[in-house]
């Protein structure tokens, strides 16, 4: 579904990021990219979105080439994308139910779709009561269960999640892995990327472990282990 | 449609959500329509200033007491088919200028006076030349005039005392048209670059947020239109400001400037250039908000 295939990210005049980073996520896995702060595994999540462009070697999503398709097809692939991020990118000047209705628009869904499962997803995700509250009204962890919620409203192929936990307590660091999970289960392919070594250690899924702008490990059932 | 009523949808929610930023664009707006606005009118003053001008300057060319009507009249169409800048000729006999004269000072008695001691008609006729104000014509006419052809029934020609004054104010008028179409020019420079920092700030408060709709998979369109359209409200309302404030400024005003100008009506200016006012006000704060909206929104799409 997603292969990185021989990546490196240089920046300008020899700041190597990322160096021959290749693999395969398959549709389906849950797969966690570790490393410490600066590692380049948040180069490498917003390759996938291509927000990046590597220096050399290609991203393929769903057999096409992220970095060489047109403006359209590439806004086409981040609407397969759910993204969760550490900085939530939530939409400051929309309430939350506009901020999850915002991405259903933009798919061209009726009113009355609209209507429907936005409150939907608000329930399952807690935020009901919240629906005209605008993000500076919510806490941080209200916050990132709203991007959770926009990013699962549009049902996504593949959920990305970049340090998703860095701002939160103990508390909604497990809310939001376990939501993590739930949505895992229920087939999506699901992209963590963490520094947290107790999230991963107690996930149990592949790990794929950066180093230096190296993949220095790719392990099933793998640990954090750096 | 659906597409677009949602776009516009986001445009008055967003217009609406930062009130305070609108209303700011929208002054902004309604100055520089206004002062272009002003530009358009002081063009029609200084052109009315400049035609009244050279309406007063003229060539007067005196004929010789005893020159028949006809050859005067052949020098008048001598004229006109040697000359293409004559705006018109008029031809005065003895007979019109003396009764001219009897109007002018019909209550001066010392003049009347003065006239009947003469006993006869002092007055020569004369054709006077009025031309569409190239001084390089005056010199073209009076060469015309100085013909030997002429030289019979010619008496004189004023142009020569005239030349220097007339030149002079030409000069003044040109200088001033010069000048005010490059003061208009650098103004409406000025104009532009205030209204797109102003809507550059307003899209920059909104940054994170197009860059965002783009991360989601938003299309160009879905993020450009609410600026557009929302530059678009932001000129529309100051059209619609900028329109009652020159009408209600050109119908108070009109009255104190015909004083100083006599037969400008600057109400009726108004009045008669008001579907150029109309659209030039429209371009102004719907074209340069819309317009200036869609390149500034442009950098931000770009990821």
Known sequence: MIRFQNVTKIYPPDNAILEDISFEINKGEFVSIVGKSGAGKTTLIKMILGLEVPTHGDVFFEGENIHKVGSKMLQKIRRQIGGIYQDYKLLPQKTVFENVAYIMEIEGKTNREIEVRVPQVLEAIGLKEKIDNFPEELSGGEQQRLAIARALVKQPDVIIADEPTGNLDPYNTYEVITLLEKIHKTGKTVVLSTHDREIVNKLGKRVITIENGRLVRDEQNGRFII | ?303
């Open chain 2, 1 to 303: 449609m659906a597409n677009f009523s949602r776009v516009l949808h986001f445009a008055l929610l967003h217009f609406y959500r930062n009130r305070g930023t609108s209303i700011a664009a929208i002054f902004i707006l309604t100055i520089t329509t206004l002062l272009i606005t002003g530009l358009f009118f002081m063009h029609g003053v200084s052109n009315f200033v400049v035609q009244t001008v050279q309406d007063k300057i003229d060539i007067t060319a005196y004929f010789k007491s005893d020159a028949a009507e006809q050859e005067i009249l052949n020098v008048r169409q001598a004229l006109l088919d040697q000359s293409t800048s004559i705006k018109r000729i008029e031809y005065v006999s003895k007979e019109a200028a003396l009764a001219d004269f009897n109007e002018k000072h019909q209550d001066n008695a010392v003049f009347l006076r003065a006239l009947a001691e003469v006993g006869q008609n002092p007055f020569l006729p004369s054709l006077n030349i009025i031309t569409n104000g190239d001084t390089s014509q005056y010199e073209t006419i009076a060469n015309i005039l100085q013909q030997d052809e002429y030289s019979s029934v010619i008496e004189k020609v004023d142009f020569s005392e005239k030349k220097d004054t007339i030149e002079k104010v030409f000069s003044i008028t040109s200088s001033a048209t010069t000048f005010g179409l490059a003061l208009g020019v650098l103004m409406l420079f000025i104009a532009i670059l205030v209204v797109l920092n102003t809507i550059k700030l307003i899209v920059e408060t909104s940054g994170q947020e197009i860059s965002t709709m783009r991360i989601v998979g938003a299309s160009n369109w879905f993020i450009r239109g609410p600026f557009i359209i929302q530059g678009a409200i932001f000129g529309g309302i100051s059209f619609i400001i900028c329109f009652f404030v020159t009408a209600a400024c050109t119908y108070f005003l009109s009255g104190g400037l015909s004083v100083i100008m006599p037969g400008f009506n600057l109400f009726g200016y108004f009045l008669a250039n008001m579907l150029l006012i109309i659209i030039l006000q429209l371009a102004a704060g719907v074209g340069l908000g819309s317009v200036l909206s869609f390149i500034v929104v442009r950098k931000y799409l770009k990821i």
